[in-house]
């Protein structure tokens, strides 16, 4: 079975817009509730994301959080915890 492996540089992709780096959105506990989008954090990666007992960060308070929404295909590397 063929695999189409497409390659581009860093540097492109972040010119294009189509890779961003940043330091994501730290939360603090006090932000967080019961409802809202999960939060993720290292502890609910294992074998894909698990949100069952996650932290959620409520929707109304989205203003704050800006671009640093993960999106449906995103990547996301969380900044500290084993993975």
Do not use: C, W
């Amino acid at each position: 079975m063929a695999t189409n492996v497409t390659q581009a540089q860093v540097a492109d992709l972040i010119a294009a817009g189509d890779l961003v780096i940043n330091d994501g959105y730290r939360a603090k506990n006090a932000e967080l509730s019961s409802n809202g989008l999960p939060f993720a954090r290292a502890q609910n990666i294992k074998n894909g994301f698990r949100f069952d007992n996650a932290d959620r960060f409520p929707e109304e308070h989205l203003v704050r959080v800006g671009a640093k929404v993960s999106r449906e295909g995103d990547v996301r590397f969380p900044p500290k915890g084993t993975v």
